[in-house]
């Protein structure tokens, strides 16, 4: 599959992860990668590239019930999806897609974890992937 | 600084004009507020404009210079402001600032808008270096999502329901209908509300406002100007801008830091308790609110962020009917965003013109009884937010 973003997100061999940076004075995330440490209360710039994931907590949710305007691309026929607010582990609270085939279903507070999913199919017929998370299953 | 007085307000109906320019609709609504402060044209010192990202204005959102080329080139100082849909509201503090200044007695403020059909993105860049376009790329996450997310979030923190949503709109409508200027005038029952097609869930179609044209107009002036033309002026008592701070809890590109306490809409109350501090005032002082209501979850939100009330009580004072213009805390007799559509660069202005008429007793049905202290904000694009509180 081909990154929607360069530079986004990266498959290990510990599974998915996204790629950011960290300040190594305070300690402060960012996703994607920053080339300053904008924390106004930091003694001083340092950062540093870091890889964040896969676990983080469901803050809140909605279903985008029409297409998204451009320059968001989707799958014919369009198919409702979720998009939530995840904070991860780190420290970092990210926008993201939910990946469910329930949308309606997902629980606020869930445990959730990063995937790499295809986002949609380029007219070339490539598959274009993204980032997303899903509610983990014990 | 020296007190800063509103001679005069004018509007241009809110809908949809296929004949008409964003010229045609500016100069209609200049016009009304050159006519309701008994100037004309050259006596104007200066304009403050809000810029327009879709229409007019050269493409460079020079949409002052094209009033001043339609009304007469007196030579006046133009000054253009963008700020997204907070560029009324920075136009105004602008306006203010000039006539408090002591440099102008006598300032045009306005704002215009057409919009595009349909749906529109929020970022008009298509660079990956843009976080805005990052994430609609990656996620596809336009405006009404971000508040679909706060309001679901909002139900499970305060048990909120989807009649509590509803209620608002019907409030809005209330209102709106007894608005000449508001381009949505039917009223609508709990059930018309309920039944419209969901958006975000949990907001439906008749809960986020769409787009729309429309055009005010507010001039500004000094204390002599004013008593010149009436006993009774309506004052600014206060006009401020702010931006966002980086403990806000909503992300404007991909991600942020996971906020330690609840912090949202930052650039809003920052503007807004900035406001009080000025004016030397409190919420307890204030009898109307016209507040961004692209969505009726702000309405809950926005009063229990700014000190209104405590979290989670917003929506038991909608139920009571204290957010009517009848109530203890009147929020958008205008009927609001709901009512008229966003317009976006000319909102902050026209918030300025029905605080205006609220204060002179004006408002016809929609009045709010004696009203003698009324507080306005905007928040837009890149974390601009803006207050003013008007008082007589």
Request: net charge negative; aromatic share 8%; charged share 20%.
């Amino acid at each position: 599959m081909t990154p929607v973003a360069v530079g986004l997100f990266v498959e290990t061999s510990d599974g998915p992860r996204l790629l950011g940076s960290k300040c190594a004075t305070c300690d402060t995330p960012y996703f994607p990668k920053a080339a300053i440490c904008n924390n106004p209360n930091c003694n001083g710039s340092n950062l540093e590239d870091a890889q964040f994931g896969p676990r983080g907590t469901l803050w809140g949710y909605t279903v985008q019930y029409y297409p998204p305007p451009p320059p968001a691309k989707y799958d014919e026929p369009y198919q409702p999806y979720a998009i939530g607010l995840v904070d991860m582990v780190e420290g970092l609270r990210v926008l993201t897609r939910i990946s469910t085939h329930a949308p309606e279903a997902v629980n606020v507070g869930a445990d959730v974890e990063l995937v790499i999913e295809k986002l949609y199919t380029d007219p070339q017929g490539n598959d274009v992937s993204t980032f997303k998370f899903r509610e983990v299953r014990e | 600084m020296r007190d800063v007085a509103v001679l005069g307000v004018g509007m241009h109906p809110w809908g949809k004009f296929e004949d008409k320019s964003i010229t045609d609709l500016s100069r209609i609504a200049v016009e009304a507020a050159l006519k309701d402060a008994s100037m004309s044209w050259p006596e104007i010192e200066a304009v403050s404009a809000a810029s327009s990202r879709f229409s007019g204005g050269k493409g460079w959102g020079l949409n002052g210079n094209d009033i001043v080329e339609e009304m007469g080139s007196t030579g006046v100082p133009v000054y253009n402001l963008s700020a997204g849909c907070a560029a009324g509201g920075n136009a105004f503090n602008i306006g203010y600032t000039l006539v408090a200044s002591g440099l102008y007695d006598r300032i045009l403020v306005f704002g215009a808008e057409k919009m595009p059909k349909g749906m529109i993105q929020t970022s008009g860049v298509e660079e990956e270096t843009d976080p805005e376009y990052l994430r609609q790329v990656s996620v596809g996450m336009p405006g009404p999502a971000f508040w679909g997310m706060l309001c679901r979030q909002r139900m499970d923190e305060f048990g909120t329901t989807e009649e509590d949503l509803a209620r608002i709109a019907v409030k809005a409508h209330d209102n709106g209908q007894h608005n000449e200027y508001a381009r949505f005038r039917q009223k609508f029952t709990l059930e018309d509300v309920l039944t419209s097609n969901l958006v975000s869930y949990p907001l439906r179609l008749y809960e986020i406002c769409p787009v729309s044209d429309g055009a005010a107009a507010v001039i500004l002036g000094s204390t002599e100007e004013a008593r010149k033309r009436t006993s009774e002026p309506v004052y600014v008592a206060s006009s401020t801008v702010a931006t966002y701070t980086y403990d806000d809890g909503i992300p404007r590109g991909l991600a942020s830091v996971s906020p330690l306490g609840k912090t949202q809409h930052s650039e809003a109350a920052l503007a807004v308790k900035k406001a009080f501090d000025d004016a030397g005032l409190g919420p307890k002082d204030v009898d109307l609110i016209e507040l961004q209501d692209n969505t009726v979850y702000y309405e809950l939100a926005f009063p229990e962020e700014w000190g209104f009330c405590e979290p989670g009580e917003a929506e038991s004072l909608v139920k009571k009917g204290q957010t009517a213009p009848s109530g203890k805390l009147p929020i958008n007799p205008s009927g609001g965003f709901l009512c008229f559509g966003e317009a976006t660069t000319a909102m902050g202005v026209f918030q300025i013109c029905e605080m205006t008429w609220q204060l002179r007793g004006d408002a016809g049905a929609r009045q709010v009884p004696d009203a003698k202290v009324a507080l306005s904000q905007t928040l837009g694009l890149g974390g601009n937010g803006t207050a003013a509180i008007l008082k007589r």
